[in-house]
């Protein structure tokens, strides 16, 4: 799309912003250090709701919150991702649609909570249950325009005080969930540390937006009208994306019943876990690939490459150990009224090694401008989705009894990532791996199945899953046994760790001006 302001006549196009792999990475580590007090604080929340409220009663707070978040995607308008992607380039974009679009968003708002309650008024939920979902709208509008204000300061590299926004954010929304808790109030007033958090955040956002972007609200139909249409494929791709979420959340509580919903909300909250690094990547990655497309192809394949070799490495871990110690996970986290889920959480922990591998691939598809690939993959996935959870629940709950509505949108879901990451995969091409990549893949992948027979090989000496402590020191075996082969086989490089460490935190001193094939591998991790 070009710039929605021409440039003056006859004057020299600018040349692209460089790629400052550093800055991107301390930016990423920055705000990966905030995200890990964040997720602390939501780890705590994510074990005492469900324990708390019961497998029914979170069910219906579960369903009320993925119904709202599936109408209030439609207000997002794709704008955060429009916004990393082309106001990393051009700095002062975001000023010329953000009036208006924020306008647009508030009246989209008002037609989605009228969409809301008419749909659940003709679908008979309870009174509770509509006023929650309600309330979470309200909290949905807030939450979409704050990652719009994030955007623009991923885009312009300002993460200092977005850093501070998560962490006080997280802290309002935890100590007001406590309170709720401890007073004993309705279910609808768990929405109001949800409101109460983002209300400060997006307060606080617009304040640093101002300060170090210049965002102003000016309100340009034409320009508003062309960053619309030029976010047009995001929304899409981020809709679809959001379906698979969402909607199978409100199927599940339809055709099945809101315990399955419980449950399966309960065992995504555990699961949810190893999706720390998702959001760094999306804030981080997708910039820094727009730069370095724009300025050196050789440097955007490399961050591919090294890209999707570092998700690998950090992602498989978390997943191999949720996958076999389902039990004792479920166990330590949400209780035993849960246990009947530990399936669910063995068929959602491989999903999320494929949910890396797409966002990495779709972030470069995007910002090789071909974001129409990665747009129709999510609709096809958003489609697939519900076909799948339509046709696997009745059977499955039938045939498993209690969870089996849960394993079938479990299920449902890991099909569709499997599809998506080979789709993505494949529209690279020979771009996306190397002979270095491969070798980790494989290595990683025999490292995986050595732990697996190790896992398989206590349980029948005696540490098995029924007993916490023996649980738990399973896995502190396992997670020995894959450390210590994972460093011998070479799939995890330990100098280059260390490498790269002492570059980002010697950040101080001036870059060389003529890179070494190594350090570039260094700047590409």
């Not at 990495?360 to 995007?366: A, E, Q, R, T």
Request: charged fraction near 15%; charge should be positive; aromatic fraction near 6%.
């Amino acid at each position: 799309m070009p710039p929605t302001s021409a440039a003056p006549t006859g004057a020299e196009p600018a040349p692209p912003p460089a790629v400052d792999a550093h800055t991107s990475l301390r930016n990423a580590l920055k705000l990966g250090g905030s995200l890990l007090v964040t997720y602390g604080i939501a780890l705590v929340m994510r074990m005492v709701l469900p324990r708390y409220l019961g497998p029914e009663s979170f069910g219906r707070y579960n369903w009320a919150d993925g119904f709202s978040g599936a109408f209030f995607v439609l207000s997002a308008l794709g704008l955060d991702v429009y916004i990393r992607k082309e106001v990393s380039v051009r700095r002062e974009h975001a000023s010329e649609f953000f009036g208006g679009t924020l306008l647009l968003q508030l009246a989209l708002a008002l037609v989605l909570t009228g969409g809301m309650l008419w749909v659940m008024r003709a679908g008979g939920e309870p009174p509770e249950v509509q006023r929650l979902a309600l309330l979470l709208g309200v909290y949905q509008f807030f939450f979409r325009l704050n990652a719009i204000l994030a955007a623009v300061l991923h885009a312009r590299e300002k993460v200092d005080g977005l850093s501070v926004a998560h962490v006080v954010m997280k802290c309002i929304w935890g100590g007001g969930l406590v309170l709720v808790l401890l007073l004993g109030l309705p279910l609808p007033w768990l929405a109001a540390p949800f409101i109460g958090a983002e209300v400060v955040k997006a307060g606080f956002l617009v304040h640093l937006t101002r300060a170090h972007a210049g965002l102003q609200f000016r309100v340009d139909a034409r320009a508003t009208a062309a960053a619309l249409l030029a976010a047009l494929p995001f929304f899409l791709n981020e809709a679809a994306l959001a379906t698979n979420g969402r909607v199978d959340v409100s199927i599940l509580g339809l055709v099945a019943n809101k315990t399955e919903v419980g449950y399966y909300g309960a065992i995504w909250g555990i699961a949810g876990m190893t999706m720390l690094l998702s959001p760094i990547l999306g804030w981080v990655l997708l910039p820094m690939m727009s730069r370095a497309a724009s300025s050196s192809p050789e440097e955007f394949t490399r961050i591919l490459r090294r890209g999707l070799e570092g998700v690998i490495t950090v992602s498989v871990p978390v997943t191999l150990a949720l996958a076999l110690g389902s039990e004792t996970w479920v166990r330590l986290m949400i209780g035993e009224a849960y246990l009947p889920a530990a399936p669910v959480l063995r068929l959602l922990a491989p999903i999320f090694v494929l949910t890396y591998v797409a966002t990495v691939c779709g972030s470069w598809l995007m910002a090789a401008s071909r974001t129409w690939t990665v747009t129709r993959t999510s609709l096809l996935a958003a489609v697939l989705n519900p076909a799948l959870n339509l046709l696997l629940i009745p059977p499955l709950l039938a045939r498993m009894g209690p969870t089996g509505g849960a394993s079938a949108t479990a299920l449902s879901l890991a099909l569709c990532e499997v599809i998506v990451t080979i789709i993505l995969v494949s529209a690279i091409g020979s771009r996306a791996y190397d002979a270095r990549s491969l070798a980790v893949l494989g290595k990683t992948a025999g490292v995986c199945a050595a732990v697996t027979g190790v896992h398989l090989g206590l349980g029948h000496v005696g540490l098995d899953s029924r007993d916490l402590l023996r649980g738990l020191a399973r896995l502190v075996v396992d997670g020995t046994v894959y450390l210590t082969l994972i460093l011998a086989t070479g799939a995890v490089r330990r100098d280059e760790v260390l490498a790269l460490v002492r570059r980002v935190k010697d950040r101080r001193k001036p870059a060389p001006s003529a890179a070494s094939p190594a350090s570039q591998e260094e700047r590409a991790a």
